[in-house]
């Protein structure tokens, strides 16, 4: 059984950098075939893709957030991650980690979730 | 991008009854060369992350009840709940994944009249 789970600050200021990270367990990153994404959610609000890395390390990010988002891989910890840059209070979401076991497929697989709050 | 656009943004049915949820892309998700339809369904209770339902735009994810269902191809799709039981009280999100960036719509508050 895969599971996925969320770990990072709850809490950023104004301007700095958010940085999450998913740890993967049930299946290695490393195996290939499958992709991770991170989709993130507003209080109350829908569901934003926001970009998604194959253990190859290439990537494919959502055009809206493409200048402030980073992701990496870390097979040796089987672990992806998140870095968003520059954020607002308009980035105050809970943010997922998700696997697709393929290329353009449907997200299988999610974590938990883990609240982000942009606040001075 | 594609816009995934629901209706309704809220329903109320009574147990037992079906419930009807719809969803329109703003251009096809059907690929020709392999005739998928790049759709997908999920559900949302309260604390937790989206549950997929249904794929390919008709597949029931292993586990889902059958009275869940799921048609429709090119732009328009349906999901629909044959007798509405009290679980399945929810937000209900379609999802295309036929080119990013995914993208997935409104969503729909299922609620028991």
């Known amino acids: 059984q895969v599971q996925l789970q969320e770990s990072g600050p709850g809490l950023v200021k104004p301007s700095q950098t958010l940085s999450l990270t998913c740890t993967v367990s049930?299946?290695?990153?490393?195996?290939?075939?499958?992709?991770w994404s991170w989709v993130r959610q507003p209080a109350g609000k829908g569901l934003e893709w926001i970009g998604r890395?194959?253990?190859?390390?290439?990537?494919s990010y959502n055009p809206s957030l493409k200048s402030r988002v980073t992701m990496s891989v870390d097979t040796s910890k089987n672990q992806f991650s998140l870095r968003l840059s520059s954020v607002t209070a308009a980035d105050t979401a809970v943010y997922y980690c998700?696997?697709?076991?393929?290329?353009?497929?449907?997200?299988?697989?999610w974590g938990q979730g883990t609240l982000v709050t942009v606040s001075s | 991008d594609i816009v995934m656009t629901q209706s309704p943004d809220s329903l109320a049915v009574s147990l037992g009854e079906r419930a009807t949820i719809n969803c329109k892309s703003s251009?096809?998700?059907?690929?020709?060369?392999?005739?998928?339809?790049?759709l997908g369904w999920y559900q949302q209770k309260p604390g937790q992350p989206p549950k997929l339902l249904i794929y390919?735009?008709?597949t029931r994810e292993s586990g889902v009840p059958d009275r869940i269902s799921g048609s429709g191809s090119e732009t328009e799709f349906t999901l629909t709940i044959s007798s509405l039981q009290a679980e399945d009280v929810a937000v209900y999100y379609c999802?295309?994944?036929?080119?990013?960036?995914?993208?997935f719509g409104q969503g729909t508050k299922l609620e028991i009249k």
């Open positions: 998700a696997m697709t076991p393929g290329r353009n497929s449907p997200f299988d697989y």
């Open positions: 049930g299946r290695s990153i490393s195996s290939g075939g499958d992709y």
């Open positions: 890395i194959y253990t190859s390390g290439s990537t």
């Open positions: 251009q096809t998700v059907l690929y020709n060369s392999n005739n998928k339809t790049y």
């Open positions: 390919w735009a008709s």
């Open positions: 999802q295309q994944y036929y080119s990013t960036p995914y993208t």
